[in-house]
């Protein structure tokens, strides 16, 4: 029953009223002879209390067909936006940022290297198998196979073991002690499969979650529809339809067509003519992400620290967000965003001083300066670096901008001759480790860390911080390591984005936090 | 006849054996690392263990030649391999998506032939009028216009304003109406101007004189006499076009959200999955070099004094 949203309440009453008259008539025509009539009635009947139920219809876009909707043979957003409604993670992330249960109920570390979850009782898959705790280490080990070929390992690989204590009791062992484990858990690579149909998970995703996946039209759309058994209770909205639509021009007209619900990642310049529509609700949030201009501090151009504080004080970071992005961001100081836990509350060490940067170049000896900048295909960083090339040419730095498609972008800023790159990022498991530990730590010289940024006390810290589960300890120490990056200036933290979305009045209650991919509509629905 | 078909078919094999060499090729030059493409820019923080462990896990530490030797046996019997990104077969990828562009691309020929012939005839018959000018303009305005523009106003027109239409997707025949028109219409314009050109030449020949002077009426002349023969290089380009619609409806497909061909294939360069492309650009090579073939044999058939011996 296909029926759009905008109109299906209206048609809902109307049936209402058409179905209770033909049940009088129906009623009545069962004490007729005559069996004709009475058959016709019946099945008219019928056919208008199906409709009764008012189908609550949500339809939502993606710019991308899912490669897979299998959540442990993919990294990729698209994928994960659709799998989030199908499969459950053991532990959840609450609006705030807090660890929240989901699948498990309650967990403890009897060892810092152990992580022992309870399961919550009384929850099926898809498929009416029950889950139990085999089914969590059989999904959990699957993703740890190499054989798999998980893109996303890397979220859990600090897991050695996954042990059954009872059928819902696991115990989840690290080789070190890892204190941001439950935090990955949270991701959607960790997402709870049913190993038995493994090979087919990715054209006929079973999961726990709240909807049961319908149909898959490649290139065109994937729905949904409600889980009658969710442990979590009813749902108001009965079928999700994302519809893959590339063109954001192209979901916009959709939107005010009513063929949409809501439409979310919004680049900034649509977003504004949108927050003037009557006929539409918009939001933005601070979400997980962050955009930067990294140094690589190992080439002679970039070792000189006042070089890169220079940098650090022509960029007006207030003028990139309200020209350039329409106010869609905050200006940003730390790495990572306040909605990250360990994120550091510090002024500015470095405002927007021309004149202050023109004195440290002149100190450091340093005239007609150039550098290349390296970014990738992405509108804003393009936008940005423009700007930036316009801020530095003001100091007397000739910035270069090259432009390449990401994997050509990474063998570029991973090589020995990279100067400045830029990037955008997410710390999607909000927790400090995720982001600090790539980005500063000796260990991940070039791979993540293309700053090349060593600095023992750093790297002692960040290891200090990920072994301990004790939050005071690891609040200090990520204090004073970004206290001390700020110092270096290994990169300049240019802007948190905000995620955008835009809705029809008429959906609400939905939960939409830190990202797109995290669309939660199990308190959600459609009024008139 | 039949010899010459069957030579053409043998033809393919050269020519399927370079487009594979050439996608293989051209993949491997670009700049970066396979593996990071496939997985894409979403899973940053990844180690370098985990990207090696995928790179073999996806079968690309194998050297080069090994691996193109494996895909090519492979194709040859019938195995296309599988995407890598999806898991699911080359061939089932293209099967649920080749329907759509077939769609897609009759419709819209559909609305080129009819528009662009009629523009043509009329330029040509009615030369160095106003009826000739407005043809020209028009034709020059398809050429021109970019489909990205030219869809959004009729999806603003006829979905938006008016509620005609459903302005993107597919599935029933209206949905199938603005994307037809927005790809017929710039491919109108290359056949309107053809069968301009060509009905102006043969309009100066002989025997249409010849017929006009017996008192034959004009549009008999325009039509019988005339137009037939002009048909043969509008015939050429009607093949082209249709062939290039096959493979390249990229951007009429993005704009309207409309899932074929041209718009998995440029997901597939983007994350770089080879087997995927490989066998897109294969099965489209294929169906360029077909339609050809049926083009060059409709020759025969449109003009008795070509034959193929």
């Not at chain 1, 499969?87 to 570390?109: K, N």
């Not at chain 1, 519809?243 to 900034?268: C, F, K, M």
């Not at chain 1, 940098?311 to 207030?318: M, P, R």
């Amino acid at each position: 029953m296909n029926v759009v949203t905008a109109v299906s309440d209206k048609r809902a009453v109307m049936y209402e009223t058409e179905a209770s008259e033909c049940m009088t008539l129906a009623c009545s025509s069962i004490t007729l002879p005559g069996g004709a009539m009475h058959k016709l009635v019946v099945s008219l009947c019928t056919v208008l209390l199906l409709s009764l139920g008012t189908a609550q219809q949500l339809t939502t876009a993606i710019s991308s067909n899912p490669p897979t909707l299998d959540p442990q043979l993919t990294f990729n957003g698209f994928s994960f936006s659709v799998t989030n409604q199908i499969y459950e993670t053991l532990v959840d992330m609450s609006a705030d940022g807090e660890i929240v249960p989901r699948l498990a109920t309650s967990w403890s570390y009897p060892e810092p290297t152990t992580l022992r979850l309870t399961l919550r009782e009384g929850v099926t898959f898809h498929d009416g198998t029950p889950l139990e705790a085999e089914a969590v280490k059989a999904s959990l080990e699957r993703l740890l196979d190499p054989d798999t070929g998980a893109p996303g390992r890397f979220v859990v690989s600090a897991i050695s073991e996954v042990n059954v204590i009872d059928s819902l009791t696991i115990e989840i062992v690290t080789e070190e002690p890892f204190a941001p484990l439950l935090a990955h858990l949270a991701h959607p690579v960790a997402s709870v499969v049913p190993v038995g149909q493994s090979d087919s998970l990715g054209r006929n995703p079973v999961g726990t979650g709240p909807y049961t996946f319908v149909d898959w039209i490649d290139g065109s759309e994937v729905s949904l529809q409600a889980n009658a058994d969710y442990w979590g209770g009813d749902l108001a909205i009965e079928e999700v339809v994302y519809r893959i639509i590339p063109e954001v021009s192209t979901q916009i007209v959709e939107l005010r067509a009513g063929g949409l619900d809501i439409i979310y990642n919004i680049p900034p310049d649509n977003f504004v003519s949108l927050q003037d529509a009557d006929d539409l609700v918009t939001e933005s949030f601070l979400g997980w992400g962050s955009a930067h201009l990294g140094f690589n501090t190992a080439n002679p151009k970039l070792t000189d620290v006042r070089v890169r504080q220079a940098i650090a004080h022509a960029i007006d970071k207030d003028l990139i967000v309200e020209a350039f992005l329409q106010g869609l961001a905050e200006p940003a100081v730390v790495p990572i965003p306040p909605t990250v836990r360990f994120a550091a509350d510090v002024a500015e060490p470095y405002p927007y001083n021309p004149e202050g940067a023109r004195a440290l170049l002149a100190e450091a000896g340093v005239t007609d300066l150039s550098l290349r900048l390296d970014i990738f295909q992405n509108p804003d960083l393009e936008a940005v670096a423009q700007v930036l090339q316009a801020m530095l040419a003001d100091v007397g730095i000739t910035l270069d901008i090259r432009v390449q498609e990401y994997a050509a972008y990474v063998e570029a800023v991973q090589s020995d001759d990279a100067e400045l790159y830029g990037t955008t990022w997410g710390t999607v498991t909000l927790d400090a480790d995720y982001t600090l530990y790539a980005f500063f730590h000796g260990s991940e010289i070039p791979q993540n860390n293309l700053s090349r940024y060593d600095n023992a006390m750093v790297s002692d810290l960040l290891d200090q911080a990920r072994s301990t589960p004790d939050a005071a300890v690891r609040q200090d120490a990520y204090a004073t390591l970004q206290a001390q990056v700020l110092e270096d200036m290994p990169m300049v933290t240019l802007y948190y984005p905000l995620s955008t979305y835009a809705k029809s009045p008429s959906l609400q209650g939905e939960m939409l936090n830190f990202s797109w991919i995290n669309l939660d509509l199990r308190e959600a629905e459609l009024v008139e | 006849m039949l010899t010459y078909v069957l030579e053409r078919i043998f033809g393919l094999i050269p020519v399927l054996l370079g487009v594979s060499v050439l996608v293989f090729t051209l993949t491997w030059l670009a700049p970066g690392d396979p593996v990071v493409a496939l997985v894409g820019e979403s899973a940053q923080g990844i180690s370098r263990e985990a990207l090696e462990d995928l790179r073999r896990s996806y079968g690309l530490d194998r050297p080069l030649p090994v691996q193109y030797w494996d895909y090519l046996s492979g194709a040859l019997r019938g195995d296309l391999g599988r995407s890598v990104r999806s898991g699911l077969p080359v061939a089932q990828e293209i099967g649920m998506r080749f329907p759509a562009t077939l769609r897609l691309t009759l419709a819209g020929m559909a609305v080129a032939v009819t528009l662009g012939i009629s523009l043509g005839l009329l330029a040509a018959v009615y030369r160095r009028t106003v009826i000739d000018y407005v043809a020209v303009v028009l034709a020059l305005i398809g050429v021109s216009v970019p489909v990205f523009w030219s869809g959004l106003i009729l999806m603003i027109i006829f979905a938006l304003e008016l509620g005609w239409l459903p302005a993107s997707g597919s599935g029933s025949w209206q949905h199938l109406v603005m994307p037809a028109f927005a790809i017929g219409f710039a491919s109108s314009a290359f056949i309107a101007r053809i069968t301009r050109s060509s009905m102006i030449e043969i309009l100066r020949n002989d025997y249409v004189r010849t017929a006009r002077a017996k008192g034959v009426v004009s549009w008999r002349v325009n039509v019988r006499h005339a137009f037939r023969n002009a048909l043969l290089p509008v015939v050429t380009v009607v093949g082209l076009q249709f062939g290039s619609l096959l493979g390249g409806a990229v951007l009429t497909e993005t704009v309207f959200a409309y899932p074929g061909v041209g718009r998995m294939l440029v997901d597939a360069i983007r994350a770089r999955d080879l087997p995927l492309i490989q066998g897109t650009v294969l099965f489209v090579s294929v169906v360029f070099v077909l339609i050809n073939l049926v083009v060059d044999v409709s020759y025969a058939a449109l003009n008795p004094k070509i034959r193929y011996e």
